[in-house]
């Protein structure tokens, strides 16, 4: 429509002045809709003086990695590097179990990498990278306080987590948009629907969504639970009337089942499928008994470690979208 040309154009301008004629930036590329958008906008405002940096922190979902390395740069061509931070993350987050230590910590840890980032981004042509684009949404403003005098409900990492050493001047084109909004925008730049539609997903990945402290070997496992709910979802066609599903690891609880012969003591996971306009309120969502059955059996058929799993029917509010 005339008011997303309008948006885009209107952004590329503001871009440009903002970044001036010489300029560069650094974005910080995680595999959701937002950041990509944001990418692409600024890489249509100033082309190659942006370069994407992705940072595999390990907290990401099955596939996830080869996805933005591919995707995003053929339909982009952008310029992408790509940080394997997974050993750095996995021992800052060691033994942490409160929700908003781990996102301070998750936060904290991004900003470091891209620095070293930037650093051998710089290192490799001169001129200095003085800006850092950030695909921050209004919802996020909003529930991070900023700028409304409302207070933290949690502190977004790309928000209310920064340390106060940070070394950017912040470019967040997206800072008066809803979702919804963001995914016209994506699609006037010429994203795939792949990247547009994408479920959002949150910085600190999958290390909220393990209640206790995170591992390699728990994030495996919730890795292959969220994978088959994420798989029979869109296989029933249900993926774009869904706002989002997360799945959840209950780590620090056990309970007994039994399968053929022998009793198991697993662990549950939770399943949290929610519909939304703009994830500031959310809804249960109705999916479908025989979804749900075909979730559940594969989910404790196939992931030896989890013989049980849930269904998560409340509301935000009173609940949040994610468990921490
Ligand atoms: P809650 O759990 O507060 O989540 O209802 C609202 C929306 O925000 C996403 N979310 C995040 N996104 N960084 C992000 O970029 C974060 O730290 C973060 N925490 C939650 C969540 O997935 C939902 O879409």
Redesign the pocket.
């Known amino acids: 429509t005339w008011t997303m040309v309008n948006i885009v154009e209107e952004q590329v301008e503001a871009i440009q002045a903002a970044i001036g004629p010489a300029g560069r930036a650094i974005c910080g590329l995680?595999g959701?809709v937002?950041s990509a958008v944001a990418a692409a906008l600024v890489q249509r405002a100033i082309g190659d003086r942006l370069t994407c940096v992705y940072v595999d922190h390990g907290l990401m979902r099955q596939g996830e990695t080869e996805q933005i390395e591919r995707d995003f740069v053929a339909a982009t061509g952008a310029d992408l590097v790509v940080v394997d931070a997974e050993e750095r993350f996995l021992s800052a987050l060691a033994g942490v179990v409160e929700p908003e230590e781990k996102?301070k910590i998750?936060?904290r840890e991004f900003i470091r990498v891209f620095e070293q980032a930037q650093a051998d981004v710089v290192a490799r042509e001169p001129g200095a990278v003085d800006f850092l684009v950030q695909?921050?949404l209004y919802?996020?403003v909003v529930?991070s306080g900023g700028g409304t005098g409302a207070s933290t409900?949690?502190?977004?990492?790309?928000v209310g987590?920064l340390p106060d050493d940070i070394e950017f001047t912040l470019v967040e084109p997206l800072r008066t948009l809803f979702?919804d909004e963001v995914r016209l925008v994506g699609e006037q730049l010429g994203l795939p629907a792949d990247i547009v539609w994408r479920h959002?997903?949150?910085?600190?990945g999958l290390g909220?969504r393990i209640i206790g402290a995170v591992d390699r070997e728990r994030l495996d496992i919730l890795r292959a639970a969220d994978a088959i709910a994420r798989e029979e979802l869109t296989r029933a066609g249900l993926d774009r009337g869904i706002?989002?599903f997360?799945v959840v690891l209950l780590a620090d609880v056990r309970s007994v089942g039994v399968q053929g012969d022998g009793r198991t003591y697993g662990h549950p996971v939770v399943l949290r499928p929610v519909t939304?306009e703009d994830?500031?309120t959310?809804d249960w969502a109705r999916v479908p008994y025989e979804v749900l059955e075909t979730i559940s059996t594969r989910i404790t058929n196939e992931v030896d470690e989890i013989n049980r799993v849930t269904l998560d029917i409340t509301s935000?509010p009173p609940?949040?979208?994610?468990?921490?």
């Open positions: 995680s959701g937002d996102r998750i936060g695909g921050t919802p996020d529930e409900i949690k502190s977004h990492h790309n987590g979702k959002p997903f949150p910085g600190p909220i706002w989002q997360p939304s994830a500031m959310a935000k609940g949040t979208i994610e468990w921490e």
